[in-house]
């Protein structure tokens, strides 16, 4: 199974832009790159996804590595709302198979 | 409707009873997830429905059994529960392999307390 590694735990300041790591070395060419994140008493949720270009959504942007084998969810504007676990994670496009590392537990100081 | 929704929120049961966690979506999705999570941890796959088919059981105990009456409904049924088995059981759904996004969308979570 391909791997990611994320720091444990990040810290930022509110309104400032936040850039979280994740390295999958291990990743292969039918791996797409998901990020979810996990608020304070609540399920999972889906931030953003990509292949191999960057991405951008209402929530958040992926930047992609150029060999695949790091990536970095970058948000723009930090708020208290943010502070929650973030996962990165491998998914194969032709299966349902989806795993969660340790993810980076991010605290946002007023 | 973008909802997964899970019944109970909370369920404390002994060890010798038999009790369901129930979990529901109508988004038409074709995969359906159970996960448990402990305290501080993230949340670990135990079964994965494609099709109403039992696609993925990674080694879960059997007095843990999974059901999927149709692809709207997945249940989780508990018998015989050790108390280490108390956790947040999250359940998940998305469309399905090769379609969509593969994004997977959460309940809430059932609390499950085995005394």
């Known amino acids: 199974d391909a791997k990611t590694t994320q720091p444990n735990s990040m810290e930022s300041n509110e309104e400032e832009p936040v850039h979280l790591p994740c390295n999958h070395s291990?990743?292969?060419?039918?791996?797409?790159i998901h990020w979810y994140r996990q608020l304070p008493s609540q399920g999972p949720e889906y931030v953003i996804h990509?292949?191999?270009s960057n991405v951008n959504n209402r929530m958040a942007s992926l930047a992609i590595a150029e060999d695949r084998k790091s990536s970095t969810l970058i948000l723009h504007r930090a708020t208290l709302r943010d502070a929650a676990v973030y996962y990165c994670i491998l998914k194969q496009y032709n299966n349902n198979d989806m795993r969660f590392g340790a993810g980076t537990r991010l605290t946002v100081k007023p | 409707d973008t909802e997964v929704t899970q019944t109970p929120k909370h369920l404390v049961m002994g060890m010798t009873n038999k009790k369901s966690l129930k979990c529901e979506q109508h988004m038409g999705h074709r995969a359906m997830y159970w996960y448990k999570q402990k305290a501080k941890k993230p949340p670990e796959l135990m079964f994965v429905?494609?099709?109403?088919?039992?696609?993925i059981n990674e080694s879960v105990p059997s007095r843990f059994s999974p059901e999927c009456p149709n692809s709207s409904l997945l249940n989780l049924h508990l018998h015989a529960l050790q108390p280490e088995d108390s956790a947040l059981y999250l359940c998940?759904?998305?469309?399905?392999?090769?379609?969509?996004?593969?994004?997977?969308?959460f309940g809430e979570g059932s609390r499950l307390t085995v005394l």
């Open positions: 998940a759904s998305s469309q399905g392999y090769g379609l969509g996004t593969g994004e997977l969308f």
């Open positions: 429905y494609s099709y109403e088919k039992l696609s």
């Open positions: 990509g292949l191999t």
């Open positions: 291990t990743i292969s060419g039918t791996d797409y």
